[in-house]
């Protein structure tokens, strides 16, 4: 059979990112544009800014893509594009340059969500999974335990009832002065620290997988308060080691409740959390001690990048799932509706 080659875009947020995918799983190119650097000073992404990065250099990261590949766009079979959940400025770059270019080649347009982009990261360097399985997608803007029953069909089992993961590290982050983005800064701290110096709250939601990181993050706020007027130092390593604690305690102990409800041995991470290492560790090590296998991507597929949106594409592709080039951005669009 021939070759399939997938162009996938992604500019749901601060990357602007292009990558050409082979049959689905073989990364060929995946180029991406960060714009951290732009957004730290303001602690956090601004939407307008984004978007206008997104279009300084959309055309040039597609470009470096397919360059990079050794492949012409003439040669691209069909073209993958997230189209939300995001930042309707920021997505709305990536899908009109790809609706653009799918309309001028005349190649088939394929909307992804940017969580089935996350969740498929985990195809690209694992050649032998193949679902069922469940993922624990863990981001800036989503925690979600997803049943992932088939390709490109999801059942979300759990999920944040306030902030997401990354969102609580983020914002701890800035409290203690790390800057943005606040999860590689507290995982880099967190090392040098106790994560049993300070017991900061673990919430259950009953009989429930979801998630609520609105109470650990009020406890770590009133913790630094209470020791600032005291006119304590603040120990910042065990700080972020605890609360780090804190946060892959429950994000491991609901997933892995959720695979055994379904029935699974398989366990997987997506998200920008999933890079870190202390996540990464508790469920290597539950993994082990319960006899599941146990995927991740490496930490560059972790983040937002197009590698896993070009999969994501190629799979939905294979079921038939094409978009018109009237597709719009979904800001919103919940993982279960596509
Ligand atoms: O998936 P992603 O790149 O963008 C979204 O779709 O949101 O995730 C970004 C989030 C940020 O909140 C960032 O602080 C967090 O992922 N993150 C981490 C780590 N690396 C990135 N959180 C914890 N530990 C890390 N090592
Ligand atoms: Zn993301």
């Keep these: 059979m021939a070759d399939i080659l997938t162009l996938g875009i992604e500019s749901s947020c601060d990357e602007t990112s292009a990558s050409v995918i082979k049959n689905g799983r073989i990364i060929l190119s995946n180029v991406i544009s960060t714009q951290i650097d732009l957004h730290k000073v303001y602690g956090g992404v601004v939407p307008e800014l984004a978007s206008r990065k997104h279009v300084e250099f959309i055309i040039q990261v597609i470009d470096e893509a397919l360059a990079k590949a050794g492949v012409k766009k003439e040669e691209i079979d069909q073209i993958g594009v997230t189209f939300g959940p995001g930042l309707v400025g ?86 203690i002065g790390l800057g943005y983005p606040g999860g590689p800064a507290i995982d880099r701290e967190a090392k040098k620290g106790n994560p049993e110096a300070i017991k900061f709250p673990r919430v259950h939601m009953g009989d429930s997988l979801d998630f609520s990181f609105s109470g650990v993050k009020t406890a770590v706020l009133n913790y630094l308060n209470k020791e600032r ?110």
């Excluded at 920021?90 to 799918?102: E, I, N, P, T, Y």
Aim: charged share 20%; aromatic share 8%.
């Design 229 to 338: 007027m005291q006119g304590h130092e603040i120990p910042v390593a065990d700080v972020c080691a605890s609360f780090q604690k804190a946060v892959t305690d429950i994000l491991t102990e609901n997933t892995f409740k959720a695979a055994e409800m379904c029935g699974y041995r398989k366990v997987a991470l997506a998200g920008g959390v999933a890079s870190n290492s202390a996540l990464r560790n508790a469920f290597e090590t539950t993994a082990a001690k319960k006899g599941f296998e146990f995927y991740r991507p490496s930490p560059i597929l972790c983040t937002d990048n197009a590698a896993m949106i070009g999969c994501a594409a190629h799979y939905a592709s294979l079921k038939g799932r094409f978009s018109q080039l009237s597709l719009n951005a979904q800001p919103n669009i919940s993982l279960e509706e596509i």
């Design 90 to 175: 920021a997505l709305l770059v990536g899908l009109s340059a790809a609706k653009a270019m799918a309309f001028a080649l005349n190649k088939p347009l394929i909307g992804v969500h940017h969580i089935e982009g996350h969740i498929s990261a985990n195809f690209l360097e694992n050649p032998e999974l193949e679902p069922p399985f469940v993922c624990l997608v863990a981001s800036g803007g989503h925690s979600h335990i997803v049943d992932c029953y088939d390709y490109g069909k999801f059942r979300i089992l759990g999920r944040t009832r306030d902030d997401a993961a990354g969102e609580a590290f983020d914002k701890i982050s800035r409290e």
